[in-house]
């Protein structure tokens, strides 16, 4: 039983998310590299894997 306004988030999603948030890491990089900082210290790519994972949390 769903509590009301509350969705279990869908396949399609998470899978849209997933683009979003890849996406959004690549324009961090660029953004980076326009300043010449080459190495973002603490932030990592985020590999498909790694957010396949996140999503079956």
């Known amino acids: ?16 998310e997933m683009r979003w948030r890849l996406k959004e890491y690549r324009t961090l990089l660029t953004q980076a590299i326009r300043r010449d900082e080459m190495v973002i210290e603490g932030i990592q790519e985020p590999t498909k894997h790694r957010l396949y994972a996140e999503m079956r949390w």
């Open 1 to 16: 039983m769903a509590v009301e306004g509350i969705q279990e988030p869908t396949k399609r999603r998470l899978h849209a």
